[in-house]
């Protein structure tokens, strides 16, 4: 019998920093200013699942956002 045991939560965090990093150097090319903060959520495994803080200023960033 063998099992697969997924990633811990110490594993996720590390991985989930580079990628936090990279996420939000990206959107800065981008859109400067508008995003505040990235989030590598446990969940996606540290890489599939990005949570985007960003900055609205007016009615266009509802759409911008998306």
Do not use: N
């Not at 063998?2 to 090319?29: F, N, R, Y």
């Not at 969940?43 to 911008?64: H, P, Y």
Request: aromatic share 8%.
């Amino acid at each position: 019998m063998q099992t697969l045991v997924g990633p811990g939560e110490e594993h996720v965090s590390l991985a989930g920093i580079p990628t936090e990093a990279a996420v939000m150097w990206m959107c800065e090319d981008e859109h400067r200013g508008y995003v505040l903060q990235t989030y590598a959520h446990s969940s996606g495994g540290g890489k599939f699942l990005q949570v985007i803080q960003v900055k609205k200023t007016a009615e266009f960033d509802d759409d911008r956002a998306r």
